[in-house]
């Protein structure tokens, strides 16, 4: 499936569609609703070129239909519940069946392949194994493998070091920002990860990062560091993921329909525009999602990769519809920032962005940790390192900001996902 020719799989992609929709016609009432709305039927759709005809779903009908309204199989077929935790309130939860397990296992078993996994290995999961979905997917895939699982689950990174050590662990499976956290504490440690350590690759993602956090962490840890790419209300991770080349996450085309749309015109764009990523799921039973608009930014390519794999790649998420800050109307993602704050010298990559509004005009500050070596270095050292960040960043995404050099260790770190921004403008 990997490898099959795009003419087949868009013919496979049609017949799964098609089958879906009709499905979720037939069982989900807000889909028959919004369908005839539409005035499509679903006969109407018979090919991926119709998808274009389908309404949009969103987050905030998860919460509407809150927990089993988007079901699509009966409440007895659900074999397992996951979630997020929202920002606010109740968590979205999606319900899957022995067939979604097994999809989404198979999704994250090519995951882990495409990142050098074989049985031989020894996968330690440090994502949360709990409602979220990283840790149970990452445990399914290498054992959907054979591989050897470390089921650690977040937290406790002196413990996470040591089983690391004593266990031999050969893949790594958590965020990006704990991977770097990892990394910083091994080597604070004395540990040498070529001597002492046998880790050799990681499937990262949950989160935002960047081509420069992915060099800190294959530096620090000595590994080849793969993006992975996923949400819940699709499947979990595992739904695009990196192969060695390291060059944009290839799709599971069999299993998802990936579009870009120009997120206010809600129109299909052409591959290689930036635009809000979409997907349809074609085979999930117990909740699929017809056309669901993720809010991620970012590209679709069907270029030919050199890994052989002919499935289209989504590049790096540059941010998200809501999380892009609009500070004094100029358009900022927090990765613009982390790309300069990561390759700036005396700073590590733990930072904080806080946007305020004084006398009504938007203020960014931008907290940056300093070494240890940094923070024991002349004060005018510093404020030479200050003013070259502050200027970075004014190049980057071109308005001024006010660029702290904090302590070491003082901002707080996350064992899940990164919180980097307060805005309290929204407060
Ligand atoms: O974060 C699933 C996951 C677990 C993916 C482990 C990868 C690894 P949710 O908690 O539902 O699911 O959050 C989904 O996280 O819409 C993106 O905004 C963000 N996200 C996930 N992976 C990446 C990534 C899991 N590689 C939301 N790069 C998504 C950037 C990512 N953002």
Known sequence: MECISRDELHKIQGERLAATVKREYENVPVYRERMDAAGVKPEDIRSVEDLQYLPFMEKTDLRDYYPFGLLASPQ??????????GTTGKPIVSGYTRNDVDVWSEMMARTLTAAGATRGDIVQVTYG?????GGFG?????????????????????????MMKDLGATMLCCTPSYASYLGETIREMGIDPKKDLKLK???????????????RIEQLLEIDACDIYGLTEIAGPGVAFECLEKNGMHINEDHVIAEIIDP????????????????TTITKTGMPMMRYRTHDICTL??????????????????????????????NVFPSQIESVLVGADGVAPHYMLIVDRVNSSDTLEVQVEMT???FGDTVAHIENVRKYITAQIKSVVGIASKV????????????????????????
């Open 404 to 427: 702290k050099l904090v302590a070491p260790k003082s901002i707080p770190r996350s064992e899940g996902k990164a919180k980097r921004v307060i805005d309290n403008r929204k407060l």
């Open 264 to 279: 206010t015109t809600g129109k299909q764009l052409p591959y290689g525009m930036h635009g809000e990523l979409v997907f």
């Open 201 to 215: 690759a990681g499937c990262f993602g949950a989160e935002p990062w960047t081509e420069e956090m992915r060099q």
């Open 129 to 133: 194994l709990g409602l979220f979905t």
């Open 301 to 330: 390519t069907a270029d030919k990769c050199a890994c052989g794999r002919t499935l289209a790649r989504m590049g790096r998420i540059v941010g998200r519809t809501d999380d892009m800050l609009v500070i004094r109307g100029v």
């Open 76 to 85: 007895e077929e659900i074999v397992r519940i996951h979630g997020s935790s």
């Open 372 to 374: 240890e070596e940094m």
């Open 138 to 162: 990452a445990y399914q895939g290498a054992d959907r493998i054979g591989a050897m699982v470390i089921p650690m689950s977040s937290g406790n990174t002196q413990r996470q070091i040591m």
